[in-house]
């Protein structure tokens, strides 16, 4: 899933290589340096595709389902935040309105789980497009707050209304009969939500590469420039914002069908910003980041319980640390280790790992534009 | 550099050019534009609050001035409104200063709201302070733990607001977590002072009213109005307009703005706190209370526009009678759809004035 140290390898080495003070032992450490690094994420994809075989079925199903689900809720806000500077809280609002249509519509009126996964994630781009529309005037932390309301306005319309089960919830959701018993069998539904996970990670990183993905960053970094030359800016952004939205939306579907049930407590203001915390955890600025922050959220929830009451208190901390030294979030920090480790073997300076990091497009200031 | 100049040189002739282009093409755009556009949206939304609060007098006052009508219950909710409307303003005009003067959306506003309350309770259940120097406390501790906040972690961060805010979100979860711990999860409300215990008579249709939310009202004018006078009408005020308008500028001309930035973040924290121990007083304490009171806040702050104090006395109105007029007006069957409303006023609001009613597009 996560190429990055890979991919930035090469243009690493290349300078190396030119500058003659570099001998050849650096280059050769270097080179078994980037085997070790492809090694490594080699051996962190193997396990990750063979979990239902090498775990227990409780951390298959606590960890895994878990982990890949919140981070593809978690991966549609790091696209907007990464690609669009769009920091949204309404993601949850979006995972909520198809999960809770698929299992209203599965539960009650016994329609087939695919054709209810479906009309869920239709509805929720067209909420989607409807959000985008109204928040895209407004920008940086402005936007923020009014993707706050449109969280707290779903949260509160689903508690409210009996239809939708309000805080009881709808239970008892099936999954399709293709994935069978999540709970007893969960092999099936983790290599599902895997195939789900990896398409949305391909498709997301093949849109920010198309024309509309550069618009699109374009927008994030200078909209007044963007005006300018003739890009419509809250066409883009509530594009953009929409493309988001099946992401959110098939992340509530999982969901839904994972633990088999949903209610509006699973999109109260507390999940938002769990859902946040798990991006910028992992990182803001790559699109791994997500499940990588998601998997470090759910590890930490399902052993660190176990030893602490203040388990909430442990996750603020971790959230305070990394924002306050590595905005780029865990896959940052680790892109920075490699780039310095880089930097020894190849002989030159060791200069700062921040470097790295700082060169990186950070959607952590609305310069002013507000 | 050079580069640069000589690029400007090279293409001076054809910029010229295409800018008399344009002056032209905006020229004849001018005169083929149709009709001044009614702003839609807006009119809307002013026509729609204006059916609602027709149906609300209508609902009043239908079955006339009696007694036996509707109007007693029409002022009681009419107090709520505005009760509720002063405890928004005193926790939103601590957030409103923040973010005029600083930048910062401090998130964590709620957190110390609760805090205030929470350590008001403590100091009249445990130490048998009175209510006022229990208040003042409070103030104190929430201000002193916003100051640290500040200078530990924003205050170099200052101009990424977007990190500052999620600087906040890490805090309020940790004073959240940890008050849960030592202050537990059963809802308490703090004792009122014993002169303001008893309701007060309103003199109109035989009906009292709790004389501490009218404390509130009255506090939350007071508090409006030495903001007002203090920004007006003093150096301090002066200074802190300055930094508002051009903090770079107001630093150069000798000002220590991150003094005066210290100050009104611990004033603003001050002021949540305030909000606390009243909203603990008036209603309870309970772990929750912090987001849904941060959460009232912002949508007060957005509505009025961020850093206007009329913005915020403006919204908290707004937000307070919406909310009460709703839960108690609406029909039957949509009541519970009241929380509803004060959100949507929000995404209404924002969608046709992306700043709020009196925000500056800086």
Known sequence: MSTSPA?????????????????????????????????????????????????????????????????????????????????????????????????????????????????????????????????????????????????????????????????????????????????????????????????????????????????????????????????????????????????????????????????????????????????????????????????LYTLCDTYMRGWTDRFTTWLGVVFLVIVLLSPGGVVGALGSADTWVRRRLAGGPARPALAQSAALPLPISSKGAL | MVTCLIDYRLHGESVKGSVRGMATQTAAGKRSLPLPRLPLAATAAVLVGALGLLGVLWQAFEAGLGSQGNVPTFILITLNGLTLAGLYFISASGLTLIFGLLRVTNLAHGALFLLGGYVALTLGQDAGMSWLPAALLAMVASGAVGLVMHQLFLRWNQGQDLRQALITIAVSLILADQMLAHFGATPTAIVPPDFLAQPLPLGLYDLAYPSFRIAILVAAILIGLLFWLVYKRTRVGMVVRAGVDDTAMTSALGVNVQRVFAAAFFVGSALAGLGGVFAGTSLSLAPGQDQAFLVSALVVVIVGGMGSLGGAALGALLLGLVDQYASAYLPAGYSNLSALLTFVLLAAILAVRPTGLFGKAS
Do not use: C
């Open chain 1, 7 to 295: 991919s930035t390898s090469a243009a690493s080495t290349s300078p190396a290589n030119t500058s003659p003070t570099a001998a050849s032992p650096g280059t050769t450490m270097v080179r078994s340096w980037t085997l070790g690094v492809r090694a490594a994420l080699a051996l962190v994809l193997a396990v990750v595709v063979l979990v239902p075989l090498l775990f227990s079925t409780f951390v298959t199903s606590q960890v895994g389902l878990t982990s890949l689900w919140l981070g593809l809720a978690a991966v549609s806000l790091t696209f907007l935040s990464g690609h669009g500077g769009m920091v949204s809280l309404a993601q949850t609002a979006l995972f909520g309105v198809a999960g809770l249509i698929v299992a209203k519509l599965s539960v009650e009126a016994g329609w087939n789980p695919w054709a209810a996964a479906v009309v869920g994630i239709l509805a929720a781009t067209a909420v989607g497009l409807l959000f985008g529309a109204v928040a895209s005037g407004s920008q940086g932390i402005y936007f923020l707050i009014i993707t706050l309301a449109f969280a707290q306005v779903t949260y509160f319309y689903f508690a409210a209304v009996p239809t939708f089960g309000a805080h009881g919830g709808i239970n008892g959701v099936p999954p399709p009969a293709l994935i069978g018993d999540p709970v007893a069998h969960p092999a099936r539904m983790y290599y599902f939500l895997l195939a789900v996970s990896v398409a949305a990670f391909l498709g997301l990183r093949y849109v920010s590469r198309t024309a509309f993905g550069l618009a699109l960053q374009g927008v994030r970094d200078d909209p007044v420039r963007m005006a300018a030359l003739g890009f419509n800016v809250r066409l883009h952004r509530t594009l953009g914002f929409t493309l988001a939205a099946p992401v959110a939306g098939a992340a509530g579907v999982l969901s839904a069908w994972s633990n088999t049930r949903i209610s509006a407590d699973s999109i109260s203001l507390g999940v938002s910003i769990l859902v946040l915390a798990a991006a910028v955890i992992g990182g803001l600025n790559r699109l791994e980041g997500a499940w990588v922050g998601a998997l």
